[in-house]
């Protein structure tokens, strides 16, 4: 059910690559693809670009996203998934939304919650989709900060049916530019992925993240892939 991909599809790439220069390590809305404890101040802006790329079978994803701090722990976003090569996906328009609802003062302590659509535009295999998570959050003074939380998939967004299950995240700062970082969906499914990595921040507002996707099956099928994302605060 895939097409070739175009050279459209480029173009719609480094167009975005120009507009968009990307985000930054103090407010992003993943910590690689796991919604991290951050949320954007009110009237912070930051665009995203993500890609993938799997040396079996070589094959190359793009999603761009672009998220704004509403305030009152709120943050919103939009994210346009299914740009691939040298194939077309599926591709979906995805608006987010993720609230805190509590962050306590001292001890580093938090909870948020949210909520992401998904409306397929092009090579429709469903009308829509949803994925709900809640997580809790634990940052401490050295540097360190855990989040465990739970998610749920509706049917045909990560497989043919409903899926649920756990998601959990680790950072470790290093220093003021570099962060170890890990993250963890669990499940059978095009979300279950092990994805360790690092953060590294190139300039003030400019910051690069990679880690290495390892599937929670499927490892010797050739499941497993390179993960990058630029991001750019626009203020």
Same mark, same amino acid.
């Given at each position: 059910?895939?097409?070739? &991909?175009?050279?459209?599809? %480029?173009?719609?790439? #480094?167009? %975005?690559?120009?507009?968009?220069?990307?985000?930054?390590?103090?407010?992003?809305? !993943?910590?690689?693809?796991?919604?991290?404890?951050?949320?954007?101040?009110? +009237?912070?802006?930051? +665009?995203?670009?993500?890609?993938?790329?799997?040396?079996?079978? #070589?094959?190359?994803?793009?999603?761009?996203?672009?998220?704004? +701090?509403?305030?009152?722990? =709120?943050?919103?976003?939009?994210?346009?998934?299914?740009?691939? /090569?040298?194939?077309?996906? $599926?591709?979906?328009?995805?608006?987010?939304?993720?609230?805190?609802?509590?962050?306590?003062?001292?001890?580093?302590?938090?909870?948020?919650?949210?909520?992401? #659509?998904?409306?397929?535009? *092009?090579? &429709?295999?469903?009308?829509?989709?949803?994925?709900?998570?809640?997580?809790? /959050?634990?940052?401490?003074?050295?540097? !360190?900060? =855990?989040?465990?939380?739970? *998610?749920? %998939?509706?049917?045909?967004?990560?497989?043919?049916?409903?899926?649920? +299950?756990?998601?959990? !995240?680790?950072? $470790?700062?290093?220093?003021?530019? %570099?962060?170890?970082? @890990?993250?963890?969906?669990?499940?059978?499914?095009?979300?279950?992925?092990?994805?360790?990595?690092? =953060?590294?921040?190139?300039?003030?507002?400019?910051?690069?993240? @990679?880690?290495?996707? =390892?599937?929670?099956?499927?490892?010797?099928?050739?499941?497993? $892939?390179?993960?990058?994302?630029?991001?750019?605060?626009?203020?």
């Amino acid at each position: 059910m895939r097409r070739p &991909r175009s050279i459209k599809s %480029f173009k719609f790439l #480094l167009l %975005f690559l120009t507009i968009f220069p990307l985000r930054s390590a103090y407010a992003q809305e !993943t910590v690689f693809d796991v919604p991290s404890a951050d949320i954007l101040d009110n +009237g912070k802006v930051y +665009g995203e670009l993500d890609g993938t790329v799997r040396p079996v079978n #070589l094959f190359a994803t793009f999603t761009p996203r672009v998220v704004v +701090g509403i305030g009152h722990g =709120i943050e919103v976003g939009m994210n346009f998934d299914g740009l691939s /090569a040298p194939t077309l996906e $599926q591709y979906e328009i995805s608006p987010t939304v993720k609230w805190r609802v509590w962050k306590a003062k001292t001890s580093g302590w938090s909870f948020f919650v949210g909520d992401d #659509l998904f409306f397929p535009v *092009y090579l &429709r295999t469903y009308n829509a989709g949803n994925y709900a998570y809640a997580t809790l /959050a634990k940052e401490w003074k050295h540097g !360190t900060r =855990i989040t465990a939380g739970a *998610y749920d %998939f509706t049917r045909n967004v990560v497989a043919k049916a409903n899926r649920a +299950g756990g998601q959990f !995240t680790f950072e $470790q700062t290093l220093n003021k530019r %570099f962060t170890l970082a @890990a993250e963890w969906y669990t499940g059978n499914n095009a979300a279950g992925y092990v994805n360790p990595g690092a =953060i590294v921040k190139l300039t003030s507002k400019l910051t690069f993240y @990679a880690a290495y996707q =390892i599937g929670n099956a499927g490892v010797t099928n050739g499941n497993h $892939q390179f993960l990058w994302e630029f991001g750019y605060n626009f203020n």
